[in-house]
C-alpha cells in the first residue's frame, strides 16, 4: 500500500502523505453503549483492558448470491471473468472510427438525442430515484482482455521485485479497482445485486460512460516505449468517440488507481471523472488543475490482508496486547519523510511494535497478524497522501492513526471517519511523547465505540463479485451520482459559449487540511 506500494525505475510512488485532524466523536444509542459497557470483560495489559467484546455487533452484511459469499480473491475472481466473460483470444478488433464528417453527425444525433431525453425526464420529475446509467464503452482488446490475460497467464513471474521490494502482482491486485468495477457492470443483471447502478447499450441514455482501460497493468508489465504507445492509442481512441466529443469528456469516467497509470497523457482528459487513490496537491503525482473533489472520485485500495469478519473479529479481541502497530517501509520520499521522524520518536514507547517490511506473502502475514494483535495502527504519510496500510487496518479491526496532512479520504461525504479513525497533525506528531500521550487519554468507552464502527465500515472497502450494496462498487457510483447535475451544467455551459465569454469557473481545493487547535 501507500509507501510500500513500490518503485518503478527507481521511482517510489504511493504511501501517505501528513496529517489532518480529527479525533473520533462517537455517537452511539444509550443503549448500544450500555451494552457494549455491560459485555466489556477488562482485560490486563495496556489499553486492550478498554475494548469491547464484539458478540453484540451486527454490521449489515448482504445475502450472497446464490447461497454462496461474494469472491473476494482478484487472481480467482479474474480466472472465473476469463473462462465465462472474456471473448475468444484474437478476436477480430473494433472497427476504427468514423471520418470526421460522419463523426461530427454522430456526435450532433447524439447531442438532439440525450436533450430529448433529460428535457422528459425533467418534464416528468422521474429522474431522481432511478439507478445511474453507465455506458460501457467496446474498446480493442489491447486496452482490455489482452492486459487482463497477460496478467493472468504471467501471474507465477509476477513475484520479481520492483525497486523497493514489492512484488508486482501484489501492487496490480491492490490497484484492481478498474477490474472489479468492470467485471461487475459486465455481469449478467442476473447475477447483479447492486441496484444503484445499471449497464446500458444506448448512449443518448447513459448519464456517465466507462473507459475499461487497465492502466495499471499496462504500466507494470509492459516496456516503457510499449506502455507509452498503448496509452497514444487508448488516448486516440477515447477522444474520437462522438460521447467524448459531445461533453469533453465531462461525463467520461477513467481509472487511474495507480499515480503513475496513464501519466504521460492523462493531461490531456483532466475534465473526466477520474477514479483515484488520493488527491497530492503538491504537483508530485497530478499537475495543478487535473484533480479536484468536485469532479473526481477517491476509490480504497483492494486489502493486502484477509477480512477480519464478524467471528475473527470476536476471536481477535482478548488477543489485542499491543497497544500501537507499524508495519512497513520506514523511509520514503516526498510527505513520506515524516516516517523517519515517527520511528525515531516511537520505536522505544513501551506498547509499541514498529516493523521493517513489504507486501511480499511474508510482510503480508506479518501485518495480519500484527494488526490484528493491536488497538492502534499507525497509518503515515509515504510517497503520496494514501496508503493501502489504511484499509488493511480498517478490514483487520484495529484503529487507524492517521498521520496524514493532505490525505483525501475514500466516499467522504458518505462515511464519517471520525467514528472510526484518530486524525492527528504532522507537527504535533513528531513531538516526543505527543502521540503515546494522545492514545492513552483515549477512554475505554471511546475505543470500544470505534471498534464496533469499525466492524460496521469494513464492508465499504470489500471489493468483490458479485459487488455487494454499499461495497466499495456500490459507493464509487453513489459518489458519482451525486455529481451528475454539475456534470450537466458543465457540458451544457461549455456548448453554449461564445467568444469573449468568460473562463469556466473552478474550484480547486489547493488548500492544505487543517488541524483543529480545539478539543473535540
Known sequence: GGGEQGEMAGVGYGGSRAATACKATLSISLVTLLALIAASSLLSSIPSAIVAPLSSFSPTISAPRNGLPPQRSFVRSLQLFLATRAPPRGSAARLSPPDEELRDGFVRELDLAVSERESQELAKNDFRHRPLKVYVYDMPAKFTYDLLWLFHDSYDQTVNLTANGSPVHRLIEQHSVDYWLWADLLAPQSERVVTSVTRVYDEAEADVFYIPFFATISFFMLETAQCKQLYRDALKWITSQPAWLRSGGRDHVLPVHHPWSFKSVRRFMKRAIWLLPDMDSTGNWYKPGEV?????????????????????????????????????????????????????????????????????????????????????????????????????????????????????????????????????????????????????????????????????????????????????????????????????????????????????????????????????
Open 292 to 520: 479536484s473533489l468536485e469532479k473526481d472520485v477517491v476509490l480504497p485500495y483492494v486489502p493486502n490482508v484477509q477480512i477480519c469478519d464478524k467471528k475473527c473479529l470476536t476471536r481477535a479481541l482478548p488477543h489485542r496486547k499491543t497497544l500501537l502497530f507499524f508495519r512497513g517501509r520506514t523511509k520514503r520520499n516526498a510527505g513520506g519523510k515524516i516516517r523517519s521522524k515517527l520511528i525515531a520518536v516511537l520505536q522505544h514507547e513501551e506498547g509499541v511494535i514498529i516493523e521493517e517490511g513489504s507486501i511480499g506473502d511474508e510482510g503480508r502475514s506479518a501485518s495480519q497478524k500484527g494488526m490484528r494483535g493491536s488497538i492502534f495502527c499507525l497509518s503515515p504519510a509515504g510517497d503520496t497522501p494514501s496508503s493501502a496500510r489504511l484499509f488493511d487496518a480498517i478490514v483487520s479491526g484495529c484503529i487507524p492513526v492517521i498521520v496524514s496532512d493532505e490525505l483525501e479520504l475514500p466516499f467522504e461525504g458518505l462515511l464519517d471517519y471520525r467514528k472510526v479513525a484518530l486524525c492527528v497533525s504532522s507537527s504535533h506528531a513528531i513531538q516526543p511523547g505527543w502521540v503515546m500521550s494522545y492514545l492513552r487519554s483515549v477512554s475505554p468507552l471511546q475505543i470500544s465505540g470505534m471498534q464496533f464502527h469499525l466492524a460496521e465500515l469494513s464492508k465499504h472497502f470489500q471489493y468483490g463479485s458479485p459487488a455487494q450494496p454499499l461495497g466499495p462498487e456500490d459507493m464509487t457510483w453513489r459518489m458519482i451520482g451525486g455529481k451528475i447535475q454539475s456534470i450537466k451544467l458543465h457540458i451544457r455551459r461549455a456548448q453554449r459559449l461564445v467568444e469573449g465569454s468568460r473562463d469556466v469557473c473552478s474550484c480547486d481545493c489547493r488548500y492544505s487540511n487543517s488541524t483543529l487547535n480545539y478539543k473535540l
